[in-house]
């Protein structure tokens, strides 16, 4: 995807080749996340949405990976970071649907950035590490979205009661 796409009014795509030019090193897809959403007009907007749709989801990690699934088991919730691939990523202004006016891609959640990285905040469900299966209450990305990394959600260090939008 790229700058070839329409856009909205006010929205500001970065020139062709920037992305490319400033790549920098390369991450590693640790394996993918399975979802019952075919393809993004089908994705829920967010994890609230997902989790009010019922639909859970499921995390498979690739065998050379799965020793460090080790220990996870004791977290309720975890930290999932994946690969958006097939987002556009030269936009710097958008204009959300939902929003009265343009805005800068580092105040929005849109999966159209420089670097397409989607994260959410998931419950364990279930745990297979041999199988290298992970179950979990809901997923909000397109079912094969590559799986960059997981971390445990820690409340005590994670969370900010007193954060404002």
């Not at 019952?36 to 007009?41: E, G, L, T, V």
Request: with cysteine.
């Amino acid at each position: 995807m790229g700058a070839s796409e329409d856009t909205r009014p006010g929205e500001i795509a970065v020139a062709a080749g920037t992305i490319e030019a400033a790549a920098g090193e390369r991450v590693v897809f640790i394996g993918r996340i399975r979802s019952a959403w075919p393809d993004r007009d089908s994705a829920p907007r967010n994890l609230r949405q997902a989790r009010e749709l019922g639909e859970r989801g499921r995390v498979e990690i690739d065998p050379p990976f799965r020793p460090g699934l080790d220990g996870i088991g004791r977290f309720s919730h975890l930290v999932l970071l994946y690969w958006l691939d097939r987002s556009r990523r030269d936009l710097v202004i958008q204009t959300p649907r939902h929003a009265d006016a343009p805005r800068g891609v580092f105040a929005l959640r849109s999966p159209v950035r420089p670097n397409p990285i989607g994260m959410g905040i998931v419950r364990l469900l279930s745990l297979d590490i041999g199988a290298g299966l992970l179950e979990i209450d809901a997923i909000d990305c397109i079912d094969g979205t590559p799986l960059l990394d997981i971390k445990p959600y820690l409340p005590s260090t994670d969370a900010f009661p007193d954060a404002v939008t």
